[in-house]
């Protein structure tokens, strides 16, 4: 292997090594800091309170309990990682598989760097989560849905600003939760241009074998709900996991506001009735039916078109040991009543700890936005435009879903497909014709936000009416 010698820090990251110094002594302005980036230092110095000083990552913890799918996938990422490590012997370079957690299981390429690697704890037995060590290829792709590259000074700790890493993780197909995250890491060299290329072969091939497997499991709760039909006149629907609609009769579509008798058992196309009390209980009935496959509940829940609650009950399906949903059926009470509040340990979850702030886009500055500076969001597209005192700024996080789900206990609802609303700054309820409502909100504008006629009830008791 050649010398390696690291080049002189070139303007760009002088400037990003600047600008990290600045923000971990306190100051929010982030100018010329890529907006992912800039998300996860936010992360790392308010959400987490990672010390942008420690040198090395701290062991796993041993006891993590995962399913028998997550061990395919790292199995299966582990051939994949052989022909890249072949490569980047070569290039001085090592690729890593961590789980979702951000253990390190594995580690394989060039001997000199994996030494490297190892003085910073970059090897197997320890963990490399972004609440862990900051920002970093493995922890911030965990934390994202796209691939990430981190270089240099844009690592949170001053220790790791000598590697750059690029990583990509692989997720469920149907909880799109991370399982696991290959990385390509190189010290005091730049990345091989073929790397974000080879991860992203890798991670498609064995997110190929999630997404065959959701459909087998698609395929079999619509034949669940098939077979419930028969003993039944019940209107019907099945539910996966996350809380997507795979299959509804045409009386359940309606109720749920999704298309009746039109089955989705590609995960990618499935339903999301706009009716978030439905999607928690959902999710909460597979938390329990994943630790009692005997388990069976029901609830009430305000449907699309009744003003008065609905019962609705949950029963597992089950495919060789594997939970792949629940058949619910409407107007019918069996098995345990859901508590109030059905947020299910084991369902996708949003940050522990909701942020303090929201990183916005201005022009080519991020800025840190205090919550009750934001009145409310509103999508257009992928993008996310955050409407406060200063005016109209781009957010940072990619989709409304994903933002909602950053902002979770954080005051903030969904009213809308298109909008998510600070609580506090809403200044007048408005009914108008038909029964429709209408927030007017306390920005300079005092704009108009439209409450879906499905997300009425649950605004309704937000604001206690």
């Not at 309990?65 to 490590?85: C, K, M, Q, W, Y």
């Not at 996350?242 to 089955?263: C, E, F, K, N, Q």
């Not at 879903?401 to 903030?412: K, P």
Request: proline share 7%; aromatic share 6%; hydrophobic share 40%.
């Amino acid at each position: 292997m050649p010398q390696v010698v690291r080049p002189d820090p070139g303007p760009e990251d002088a400037d990003v090594r600047r600008a990290w110094e600045r923000f971990a002594a306190g100051d929010d302005a982030l100018s010329g800091i890529r907006p992912e980036i800039a998300v996860s230092w936010h992360r790392c110095r308010d959400q987490y309170g990672v010390d942008p000083l420690i040198s090395e990552a701290p062991a796993a913890v041993t006891e993590v309990v995962h399913t028998l799918e997550h061990d395919v996938v790292i199995a299966e990422l582990g051939f994949r990682a052989g022909p890249i490590a072949h490569e980047l012997s070569g290039e001085g370079g090592i690729v890593t598989i961590a789980d979702a957690n951000g253990r390190v299981l594995a580690q394989w390429g060039d001997d000199a760097t994996r030494a490297l690697a190892a003085e910073a704890n970059l090897a197997q037995w320890y963990c490399w989560s972004e609440s862990s060590v900051g920002t970093n290829g493995m922890g911030t792709a965990l934390a994202s849905h796209t691939p990430v590259t981190v270089r240099g000074a844009e690592h949170w700790c001053g220790a790791f600003q000598d590697w750059n890493c690029t990583g990509v993780s692989v997720r469920d197909a149907v909880s799109r939760q991370p399982v696991a995250v290959l990385n390509i890491s190189c010290w005091r060299r730049e990345l091989p241009r073929s790397a974000q290329g080879w991860l992203g072969t890798a991670a498609s091939a064995t997110q190929r074998i999630l997404r065959q497997r959701a459909r087998g499991d698609g395929t079999e709760l619509i034949a669940a709900v098939n077979h419930a039909r028969s003993s039944t006149t019940a209107p019907l629907a099945g539910v996966d996991p996350a809380g997507r609609v795979v299959v509804a009769d045409d009386t359940a579509g309606v109720l749920l506001g999704i298309p009746g008798s039109t089955p989705a058992p590609d995960p990618a196309v499935r339903w999301r009735p706009e009716l978030p009390e439905f999607i928690r209980a959902a999710r909460y009935a597979a938390g329990q039916a994943g630790r009692d496959a005997g388990w069976t509940g029901s609830t009430q829940i305000l449907t699309r078109l009744s003003r008065e609650p609905m019962t609705i009950s949950f029963r597992p399906v089950f495919l060789a040991g594997h939970l792949v949903g629940n058949v619910v059926s409407f107007g019918v009470s069996e098995g345990e009543p859901l508590p109030a509040s059905t947020d299910a340990p084991d369902a996708p979850a949003a940050p522990q700890t909701p942020p303090r702030r929201l990183v916005a886009a201005r022009e080519n500055r991020m800025v840190l936005l205090r919550l009750a500076e934001v009145a409310f969001a509103q999508s257009d597209g992928n993008d996310v435009w955050l409407t406060t005192d200063e005016g109209q700024m781009r957010s940072a996080s990619l989709g409304l879903d994903r933002l909602e789900s950053e902002l979770n206990g954080a005051g903030f609802l969904r009213v809308h497909r298109q909008f998510v609303v600070n609580l506090s700054r809403i200044r007048e309820v408005e009914r108008r014709e038909k029964g429709e409502l209408v927030l007017v909100m306390d920005d300079p504008a005092e704009t108009v936000v439209p409450v879906s006629r499905r997300n009425i009830p649950t605004v309704r008791r937000a604001l206690e009416l």
